[in-house]
T-cell receptor, first 112, second 112 residues
Framework: SQELEQSPQSLIVQEGKNLTINCTSS?????LYWYKQKYGEGLIFLMMLQKGGEEKSHEKITAKLDEKKQQSSLHITASQPSHAGIYLCGAAPKTAGQNFVFGPGTRLSVLP | DTEVTQTPKHLVMGMTNKKSLKCEQH?????MYWYKQKAKKPPELMFV???????INESVPSRFSPECPNSSLLNLHLHALQPEDSALYLCASRHTGSVTQYFGPGTRLTVL
């Protein structure tokens, strides 16, 4: 079965600093999702990457998928307290009917 | 509109109670999901409904009983729960042919 690892497990940064979160898959990914979750709340879809080498940006968040489609990084530029939360990567199933596997999450705190 | 709603937001119940969680979406999505999330853990899949029929049951105990009365509504009926069932219960939905899941805000369940 597919497994995802994330690093770091948790991260505390000063406001304004850049940071990177990594997600590594045990198998080649069909697609990779990034979600953000505030404590005790639902998951907010950030972006999905499907092609090797693909890079997407939304506001100050950039996600990349490596050429081999086994590793993804999420980069936040000039972090703000609003970026705080848990970032989860998820492996997109190859077919729509298959299960969705999440990584363990990275807890981000941004100090004002 | 990419909103999935869940009610109630919080629920406290005794082990002998019967309660239900509700999830609703009006995006025309024909796949709906129940996930369970314990503290500091990623969401774990419980059930998947496709076209109002149960397609996946991840060996969930029978004290959890899902129901999909129509294409917009998904219920989770709870009976004789245990304290270890206390968790955040997340609902998600997906459009047919897409693998992107949209999550609701969750119901925080506490079993006393």
């Amino acid at each position: 079965s597919q497994e995802l690892e994330q690093s770091p497990q948790s991260l505390i940064v000063q406001e304004g600093k850049n940071l990177t979160i990594n997600c590594t898959s045990s198998k080649t990914l069909y697609g990779l999702y990034w979600y953000k979750q505030k404590y005790g709340e639902g998951l907010i879809f950030l972006m999905m990457l499907q092609k090797g080498g693909e890079e997407k940006s939304h506001e100050k968040i950039t996600a990349k998928l490596d050429e081999k489609k086994q590793q993804s990084s999420l980069h936040i530029t000039a972090s703000q307290p609003s970026h705080a939360g848990i970032y989860l990567c998820g492996a997109a199933p190859k077919t729509a009917g298959q299960n969705f596997v999440f990584g363990p999450g990275t807890r981000l705190s941004v100090l004002p | 509109d990419t909103e999935v709603t869940q009610t109630p937001k919080h629920l406290v119940m005794g082990m002998t109670n019967k309660k239900s969680l509700k999830c609703e979406q009006h995006m025309g999505h024909r796949a709906m999901y129940w996930y369970k999330q314990k503290a500091k853990k990623p969401p774990e899949l419980m059930f998947v409904y496709s076209y109002e029929k149960l397609s996946i049951n991840e060996s969930v105990p029978s004290r959890f009983s899902p129901e999909c009365p129509n294409s917009s509504l998904l219920n989770l009926h709870l009976h004789a729960l245990q304290p270890e069932d206390s968790a955040l219960y997340l609902c998600a939905s997906r459009h047919t042919g897409s693998v992107t899941q949209y999550f609701g805000p969750g119901t925080r369940l506490t079993v006393l």
